[in-house]
C-alpha cells in the first residue's frame, strides 16, 4: 500500500529554543522559497511538485506565540496522527527541533517497525537541558527513552560532550561523526524511516540562517547526496531549525526549499 501524498504541514513553534527564537517563522520562509522565481519547481530527478499527487500542503498548525513546549505537544501529536489517518505522508516544516518528539509519537503508532535518520551539528540528545525537558536539545532523549523508534542513525555530528556520549552508549544510537565523515553514505534500512533534518548539520558557510552556527559541516550537496543515496521507504520528515531572521538573502531558505523537494523526491521512490 501507498504511504500516501507528502504534504507540508507547518509547525511555527520555537519557544523551546535554548539560545534564541525565530525559528517559527521558518514554515512561511520556506513556502515562499518554494515558490520564488528564481527557481523552479521541479525535483532533480524530474517530479513537479506543484503536482497535488507529488505534493501537497495542509498549511500550518495553529500554534499561538505564548504557547510552551509542553502545550504544543498534544496539538502536534493530533496535526500529524490527522494526515495520517487521512492516508497522507507528513512533511514536517519546523519550527525548532523540539517538535520532532511530538511528530515521532504519532509517527510510531501508525508504524510499529521505524527507524530515525537525524541529520545535525548536534546530538539533540540531553536528557535535560537548563531544566528543560522538553528543550530542542532533548528531542531524541525523550525518543530513545520512549521507544518510539528501533533504530536511531545520526549524521554530521560535531559536538558531543561527555553526557552526550554518555547516551549515545546508553541508547544505542548510531552516530556518524562529522570527524570521521569520508563522503556521503549509502545508508539501507530494513524498517521504514523518518528523516530528520536539522539546518544546522550543513557548514554555517551554506546556510548562514539557523540559531546555532557549528562550523566544519556538511555541503548542501552531502546532504542531497545521502538523501539520494538511501535504500529505504521514507514515511516521514521534518525540516527544522531554519532561522530567517539571521539569514542574508534568501539563501538559508532557498537551501531548505531544496531540501524539502529532494525528501519528495526520495519519499517517491519507494512507497
Ligand atoms: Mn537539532
Ligand atoms: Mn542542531
Not at 64 to 82: K, M, N, Y
Not at 159 to 176: F, K, S
Request: a negative charge.
Amino acid at each position: 500500500m501507498s504511504d500516501g501524498v507528502p504534504t507540508l504541514l507547518g509547525v511555527p513553534f520555537d519557544a523551546a529554543s535554548s539560545f534564541e527564537r525565530g525559528a517559527a517563522a521558518a514554515p512561511g520562509v520556506i513556502r515562499a522559497s518554494l515558490a520564488r522565481a528564481s527557481s523552479n519547481h521541479w525535483t532533480e530527478d524530474g517530479l513537479d511538485t506543484t503536482s497535488p499527487d507529488v505534493m501537497d500542503d495542509a498549511g500550518d498548525l495553529a500554534i499561538g506565540p505564548d504557547a510552551s513546549a509542553a502545550e504544543v505537544l498534544e496539538p502536534i501529536t493530533l496535526g500529524v496522527r490527522r494526515l495520517l489517518d487521512q492516508g497522507r505522508r507528513p512533511l514536517v516544516l519546523g519550527g525548532d527541533h523540539s517538535i520532532t518528539y511530538p511528530v515521532l509519537r504519532a509517527m510510531r503508532e501508525r508504524y510499529p517497525r521505524l527507524a530515525i535518520l537525524h541529520f545535525d551539528a548536534h546530538g539533540d540528545l540531553h536528557h535535560e537541558y537548563e531544566g528543560d525537558r522538553l528543550s530542542h536539545a532533548c528531542p531524541f532523549a525523550r525518543i530513545m527513552e520512549d521507544q518510539l523508534t528501533d533504530r536511531l542513525v545520526q549524521v554530521g555530528i560535531r559536538t558531543l560532550n561527555r553526557h552526550q556520549r554518555d547516551q549515545v552508549a546508553r541508547y544505542g544510537v548510531e552516530v556518524i561523526e562529522m570527524r570521521r565523515w569520508e563522503g556521503p553514505p549509502r545508508l539501507r534500512f530494513d524498517q521504514p524511516v523518518y528523516i530528520s533534518l536539522d539546518v544546522d548539520v550543513l557548514d554555517p558557510a551554506f546556510a548562514p540562517g539557523i540559531s546555532h552556527p557549528e562550523p566544519g559541516g556538511l555541503s548542501v550537496r552531502d546532504v542531497v547526496a545521502t538523501i539520494q543515496h538511501l535504500d529505504a521507504r521514507i514515511v516521514g520528515a521534518d525540516v527544522v531549525e531554519l532561522n530567517p531572521a539571521n539569514d542574508r538573502s534568501p539563501r538559508s531558505g532557498m537551501v531548505a526549499a531544496k531540501f524539502v523537494k529532494e525528501l519528495v523526491s526520495a519519499m517517491h521512490r519507494k512507497a
